[in-house]
């Protein structure tokens, strides 16, 4: 069996250890006589395993005891239309911070559910920044401030926790969630798909706080109303699962690396690595503005394009894999989620240098 180092923006790399626990626990877990994907989500074992994942979750995110994690479906997409359905609460408007392909579509989403007014916008930069925020016009009497705290396709990350008052800040931390410390109480709600840096796809991650729950739109879906799925523990409907088990073996996993601050000093020494190496040469360049140079996804160009299905292919022969960038943006992209360990980033820092070498 030969490994990859897969550089997928999502569904991307998961830690091996997870990998081969579940290989070993897949026909019979912990004597349980079934595997997890066979289990009753009602029943003792699946609940148990679903308990303790919420309990690691909130223990990894330091998740403070008035906000409810819950477990949902529908990936981030559905969020951009489920955080309006529950959190414009009687307003008529939400705030956008508009920072790549991601933030434009919770923008999109929303505008069927609400008034929109987007506070500030990067587009004009070719989404290579996040506005400043004294540059931002706020509403405020908006519902939420919406912002994205990394642009997957872009490669663009907030470098700051914005201020935005007593208004609730929602994020969409689908790429970043658990790759660095965050102050859980600077949020309303925090959304995020799994297929990154938790598990697999099919499950979604919300932390909400207490006070902005129960007061849905009366056409959202009873699934979707926050109220429905917190006061039923996320198991309202059939909860995702394997992917909630999944979630929990990676929790566990990141725990035993020292927990996310741990996660956090590795994913910076991994992006300072192939960083470094792009700003010390000309015949790659980096675009995105280096205060906001995401940590997870890491876009970079060749300066003769006409190179790209080379590098790509001498990439694959080595087994890096997945590095060709989103077609909204082009060039190449590395993603470096918390299981790509620091060798796969060097691997990849010493095929770049070689293919420089060679065709520089
Ligand atoms: N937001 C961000 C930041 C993302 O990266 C993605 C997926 N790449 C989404 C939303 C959409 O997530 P999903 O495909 O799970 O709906």
């Not at 996320?234 to 996993?253: D, E």
């Not at 790209?308 to 190449?332: I, S, T, W």
């Amino acid at each position: 069996m030969t490994r990859v180092y897969n550089f997928s923006a999502g569904p991307a790399a998961l830690p091996e250890p997870v990998l081969q626990q579940a290989a070993a626990e897949m026909l019979d877990w912990q004597g349980s006589g079934m595997s997890v994907m066979e289990m009753s989500h009602r029943g003792k074992h699946f609940m148990g395993i679903h308990a303790e994942a919420q309990a690691l979750l909130r223990e990894l995110l330091g998740v403070p005891s008035h906000y409810k994690t819950l477990f949902m479906q529908g990936g981030g997409l559905a969020e951009n239309a489920i955080v309006p359905m529950n959190m414009l609460r009687g307003k008529a408007s939400a705030d956008f911070i508009e920072t790549g392909t991601w933030s434009s579509k919770s923008i999109a989403e929303a505008r069927r559910y609400g008034g929109v007014n987007v506070a500030a916008s990067a587009k004009a930069s070719g989404f290579t920044t996040v506005p400043p925020r004294d540059s931002w016009q706020l509403d405020p009497n908006a519902a939420y401030v919406h912002i994205c705290s990394n642009e997957t396709i872009g490669g663009v990350e907030f470098p700051f926790t914005p201020d935005v008052g007593n208004v609730p800040l929602v994020a969409d931390m689908s790429s970043s969630i658990l790759s660095q410390r965050v102050d859980v109480s600077r949020y309303g709600l925090i959304f995020g798909g799994a297929q990154k840096n938790i598990g697999p796809a099919g499950l979604t991650l919300v932390v909400v706080r207490e006070d902005l729950i129960g007061h849905a739109l009366p056409c959202t879906p009873s699934a979707f109303d926050y109220k429905t799925v917190a006061d039923n523990d996320s198991m309202y409907n059939t909860p995702p699962t394997y992917g909630i088990y999944i979630a929990g073996l990676v929790f566990k996993w990141i725990k035993a690396q020292g927990g996310v601050a741990a996660m956090e000093a590795r994913n910076a020494a991994k992006a300072a690595l192939l960083y470094g190496y792009l700003d010390s040469t000309g015949f790659y360049n980096a675009k995105v503005d280096k205060a906001c140079r995401s940590r997870m996804n890491v876009t970079f160009f060749l300066h003769d394009e006409r190179l790209n299905d080379a590098f790509l292919k001498g990439a694959d022969e080595r087994g890096l894999v997945q590095l060709k960038g989103h077609r909204v943006v082009g060039g190449m992209r590395a993603s470096l989620y918390n299981a790509m360990p620091l060798e796969g980033v060097q691997a990849l820092v010493d095929y770049m240098k070689a293919f420089e070498a060679q065709h520089g």
